[in-house]
């Protein structure tokens, strides 16, 4: 019987296929390495909705805080029945969360901080999820506040990674896993006599990065001397046994596999990606799906297209009546 989180993840991707534009999709698969890690093995439909519930979050304790507290509780910011059913709402929402994924953060911490910062400007209006990133001259001020807040949180330990795609039981050399391996090591190797925690958290209690990858990264002394340390600590604080993480077929596919639209041979990322095959065949899959349901693969450009000719065929007929038009002559 087919998992229901990988029935789910097909929906996902032709509800996406018929409703985002294919340019917005394209944008996809170079956003795959960029993004936190958490929302790279998610599709980016279930991604957009988590972006919608983060922002409402966001702007009813906002509103509570600066306006009125019931009143907050009915508010949204965002109208979920407007993103499903409204074209423009929809392709805003998803670019919107798309800026966020370039900065490679969790979707609350991004929202929150724009809105702290647009706040802290006297802004008058809550900042509209395509006001986020905060453009014309408040940028730069922006993009150096966003990085400290940033760096302050990743520094405070605030936020973990819990995608079970990153569990060392179900590790399978995919880009974003090892990456993510890396970019720990990284954080322990930089935290110098901290190491002994980071190994003890991350290879130990939540069981995501063997121990030995740290090994990599220092002099084999500093290693023994953190294993040790470890060792000893685990005499005195057992470790708890994280829950099990099982995962579906889908769980461990790139966010942006099977998208119509968004995989493309000639572009790097999906050049170097292991399952790019894979992608293709679901893609076609879904195309099929698709067109089965509607004569065009693509509706929303199709629409374009047929408004395009409708322009150029009244453009034409404008053109013929006016050399068809009788020409009036002065004789003075």
């Given at each position: 019987?087919?998992?229901?989180?990988d029935?789910?993840?097909?929906?996902?991707?032709?509800?996406?296929?018929?409703?985002?534009?294919?340019?917005?999709?394209a944008a996809?698969?170079?956003l795959?390495?960029?993004?936190?890690?958490?929302?790279?093995?998610i599709s980016?439909e279930?991604?957009t909705?988590?972006?919608?519930?983060?922002?409402?979050?966001?702007?009813?304790?906002?509103f509570?805080?600066?306006?009125?507290v019931e009143?907050?509780?009915?508010?949204?910011?965002i109208?979920?029945?407007?993103?499903l059913?409204?074209?423009?709402?929809r392709?805003?929402v998803w670019k919107a969360?798309?800026?966020?994924?370039?900065?490679?953060?969790?979707?609350?911490?991004?929202?929150?901080s724009?809105?702290?910062f647009?706040?802290?400007?006297?802004?008058?209006?809550?900042?509209?999820?395509?006001?986020?990133?905060?453009?014309?001259?408040?940028?730069?001020?922006?993009l150096e506040?966003?990085?400290?807040?940033?760096?302050?949180?990743?520094?405070?330990?605030?936020?973990?990674?819990?995608?079970?795609?990153?569990?060392?039981?179900n590790?399978?050399d995919?880009?974003?896993?090892?990456?993510?391996?890396q970019?720990?090591c990284?954080?322990g190797?930089?935290?110098?006599?901290?190491?002994?925690n980071?190994i003890?958290q991350?290879?130990?209690?939540?069981?995501?990065?063997?121990?030995?990858?740290?090994?990599?990264?220092?002099?084999?002394?500093v290693?023994?001397?953190?294993?040790?340390?470890?060792?000893?600590?685990?005499?005195?604080?057992?470790?708890?046994?994280?829950?099990?993480?099982?995962?579906?077929?889908?769980q461990?596919?790139?966010?942006?596999l099977?998208?119509?639209?968004?995989?493309a041979?000639?572009n790097?990322v999906?050049?170097?990606?292991?399952?790019a095959?894979?992608?293709?065949?679901?893609?076609?899959?879904?195309?099929?799906?698709?067109?089965?349901?509607?004569?065009?693969?693509d509706?929303?450009?199709?629409?374009?297209?047929?408004k395009?000719?409708l322009?150029?065929?009244?453009?034409?007929?404008?053109?013929?009546?006016k050399?068809?038009?009788?020409?009036?002559?002065?004789?003075?």
């Amino acid at each position: 019987m087919p998992d229901k989180r990988d029935e789910i993840r097909f929906s996902r991707l032709g509800w996406s296929a018929e409703n985002v534009p294919a340019e917005v999709r394209a944008a996809e698969p170079d956003l795959m390495m960029k993004k936190w890690f958490d929302y790279r093995f998610i599709s980016p439909e279930d991604a957009t909705l988590l972006f919608i519930r983060h922002y409402q979050d966001v702007f009813r304790k906002k509103f509570a805080e600066y306006n009125d507290v019931e009143r907050a509780k009915h508010v949204q910011g965002i109208d979920q029945n407007k993103y499903l059913s409204d074209d423009r709402t929809r392709t805003q929402v998803w670019k919107a969360r798309q800026r966020a994924d370039e900065f490679g953060i969790p979707y609350d911490f991004y929202i929150w901080s724009s809105f702290e910062f647009a706040l802290r400007r006297k802004r008058n209006m809550f900042p509209q999820p395509n006001q986020l990133h905060h453009p014309g001259k408040a940028e730069e001020y922006w993009l150096e506040y966003l990085a400290t807040k940033w760096g302050q949180a990743l520094e405070a330990g605030v936020y973990k990674v819990t995608h079970p795609a990153y569990r060392i039981e179900n590790y399978k050399d995919l880009p974003a896993q090892r990456e993510y391996r890396q970019s720990v090591c990284e954080r322990g190797m930089e935290s110098g006599n901290r190491l002994p925690n980071y190994i003890r958290q991350y290879a130990i209690d939540w069981k995501q990065v063997p121990a030995e990858e740290f090994e990599k990264y220092v002099t084999p002394e500093v290693f023994e001397r953190a294993m040790e340390s470890v060792q000893s600590d685990l005499r005195h604080f057992p470790p708890e046994e994280p829950d099990e993480a099982t995962v579906s077929t889908t769980q461990l596919w790139p966010s942006c596999l099977g998208l119509p639209g968004s995989y493309a041979s000639t572009n790097p990322v999906c050049a170097a990606c292991p399952m790019a095959s894979k992608c293709a065949v679901v893609s076609r899959f879904i195309e099929g799906n698709v067109s089965a349901r509607r004569p065009a693969v693509d509706p929303k450009l199709e629409a374009k297209r047929e408004k395009a000719k409708l322009r150029q065929r009244r453009k034409r007929e404008r053109d013929r009546a006016k050399v068809n038009a009788p020409t009036n002559i002065s004789i003075f």
